[in-house]
């Protein structure tokens, strides 16, 4: 009995032996990859290395193996995934520049075209100004052709009243009396030509707010010019159309 027990503890003693001496060969092979591996790494293998030690056998290099090329898949599908990432970010970032870009063409093109607007607008109010401005010249020219008109009768008048006075003979009487008839029925026509046209020049340019002064100030985007300038600041709608104004203009009128 105390044979068979030398004998095993023999075969034990012989047994590590074979296992020590594998592992110093093992830690010895060119192709052993421990030293790629971290620290700690190392250490658990070298821990857990006896678990895999199985009829003198060393399956610790086949369980590192298997654990580096899992290593290097994580880490490729990892740059993967990292890549992945980096082309939908670029991705999302070429489309918010996109949609932004097209955001600003579109104000921008809404801008040039308000602009092109307010271009035709100032051409159609100087083309306006300027045919009013001709307008009251042409009123103004007749007002004063017809006061001429009313003065050189009223001098005709009084010529004929002169040389009634200075008549003495009375045959003449109907014929003078139907000539200062004539003259006074002209001067009277005249008159109220004039005055007419004086009234109508005047409606149109005295202001429709206090109709005191003069009308100077145009009105947008109604384009009436109805206001003066001491009722522009106070007036903010139209009061000829009740139109509310977004701008108005001042028109100088004295030519």
């Given amino acids: 009995m105390e044979d068979m027990n030398n004998d095993e503890s023999g075969l034990n003693y012989a047994h590590m032996h074979v296992v020590f001496r594998k592992r110093s060969r093992d830690e010895d092979n060119p192709l052993n990859f421990n030293h790629l591996l971290p620290?700690?790494?190392?250490?658990?293998?070298?821990?857990?290395?006896?678990?895999?030690?199985?009829?003198?056998?060393?399956?610790?290099?086949?369980?590192?193996?298997?654990?580096?090329?899992?290593g290097r898949f994580i880490t490729h599908h990892m740059e993967k995934v990292r890549l992945e990432l980096e082309h939908r970010r670029k991705r999302q970032s070429r489309i918010v520049m996109a949609a932004v870009e097209q955001s600003i063409m579109n104000k921008l093109k809404a801008k040039d075209e308000e602009i092109q607007n307010m271009i035709k607008i100032n051409f159609?109010?100087?083309?306006?100004?300027?045919?009013?401005?001709?307008?009251?010249?042409?009123?103004?020219?007749?007002?004063?052709?017809?006061?001429?008109?009313?003065?050189?009768?009223?001098?005709?008048?009084?010529?004929?009243?002169?040389?009634?006075?200075?008549?003495?003979?009375?045959?003449?009487?109907?014929v003078e009396e139907a000539e200062r008839r004539t003259l006074l029925d002209n001067v009277d026509d005249v008159s109220r030509l004039n005055g007419k046209i004086?009234?109508?020049?005047?409606?149109?340019?005295?202001?429709?707010?206090?109709?005191?002064?003069?009308?100077?100030?145009?009105?947008?985007?109604?384009?009436?010019?109805?206001?003066?300038?001491?009722?522009?600041?106070?007036?903010?709608?139209?009061?000829?159309?009740?139109?509310?104004?977004?701008?108005?203009?001042h028109v100088n009128m004295s030519s």
């Fill in 39 to 70: 620290f700690n790494y190392n250490n658990n293998n070298r821990a857990s290395a006896k678990e895999f030690t199985f009829l003198g056998q060393d399956f610790s290099y086949y369980m590192q193996n298997e654990k580096l090329q899992l």
């Fill in 124 to 174: 159609a109010l100087q083309d306006r100004i300027n045919s009013m401005c001709l307008e009251s010249r042409i009123w103004r020219e007749l007002a004063q052709t017809n006061q001429a008109k009313v003065n050189a009768l009223q001098v005709n008048l009084q010529q004929v009243l002169a040389q009634e006075d200075q008549s003495c003979c009375g045959s003449n009487d109907h």
């Fill in 198 to 249: 004086n009234e109508s020049c005047y409606n149109n340019r005295v202001c429709r707010s206090c109709g005191k002064e003069e009308a100077c100030v145009l009105l947008l985007p109604c384009r009436h010019l109805c206001l003066c300038a001491d009722c522009r600041v106070s007036v903010h709608v139209c009061p000829v159309c009740n139109c509310a104004q977004n701008f108005s203009l």
